[in-house]
């Protein structure tokens, strides 16, 4: 089965400080999504990570990718009120014709001043 | 602004009824793909068509179906809803190369749906 999995789902932070998501995926595809969503929003595209040890970096966030640990870390720095969202992380299958996402059940961050 | 676009925004019926969500691809796109948001189930894959043909399908109920049409848009049919069907359903789309999904997905705003 695939699976995605996301910790922690829960993540309150306080304004200034680091952390970091983990996503791990159980298939060997080699792509990776990273999403955010603000409340009764659609999905904006954060990264997308194509080959292991892929790593880019937006503001205050830094995806990285590790393909041979099945993992990817979404990596928040100096968090700012801004940042709270939920992030998901996505893993494309493909196979033949297929390239749907299977999604993690998403972290919700909330940053406290 | 993603270039997905999705009518209608809201949407409420009542058990039983059946309901058309439609969904326009950003220029160019050949794939679109349909996705359940719901809270006890979290964002699922239901189908996925490639310019006109179905070529996945995820946990996609039978009393749903969908269809892609010449111009590209798609349309998501839910039938003999139940409560349990209430929540929000996003289309996306992407750019292909030999009918295999490598680009990113492009969300549209969703249409949240309400079952009474």
């Known amino acids: 089965e695939l699976k995605v999995e996301q910790n922690p789902l829960f993540l309150s932070m306080q304004e200034g400080k680091n952390y970091t998501i983990y996503c791990n995926y159980s298939t060997t595809s080699d792509r990776l999504y990273w999403y955010r969503q603000d409340p009764g929003k659609s999905l904006e595209s954060l990264f997308v990570?194509?080959?292991?040890?892929a790593v880019k970096q937006e503001g205050r966030l830094m995806a990285s990718l590790d393909t041979k640990a099945r993992l990817s870390t979404l990596h928040i720095t100096a968090a700012v009120h801004d940042l709270s969202a939920t992030y998901f992380c996505a893993h494309l299958t493909y196979g033949g014709s297929q390239g749907n996402l299977i999604f993690g059940k998403g972290t919700k961050l909330s940053v406290k001043p | 602004d993603s270039g997905v676009t999705q009518t209608p925004k809201h949407l409420i019926t009542a058990t039983g009824q059946r309901v058309t969500l439609r969904c326009s691809p950003r220029s160019g796109d050949l794939s679109v793909y349909w996705y359940q948001q719901s809270l006890d189930q979290g964002l699922q894959f239901l189908i996925q068509y490639y310019n006109g043909e179905e070529r996945a399908k995820g946990n996609i109920l039978e009393r749903f179906s969908a269809q892609q049409f010449p111009d590209l848009h798609s349309e998501l049919n839910l039938s003999s809803l139940e409560l349990g069907d209430s929540a929000l359903y996003f289309c996306a789309s992407s750019g292909h190369s030999s009918g295999l999904s490598y680009n990113e997905q492009f969300f549209g705003p969703g249409t949240r749906l309400t079952v009474l």
């Open positions: 990570l194509l080959s292991n040890g």
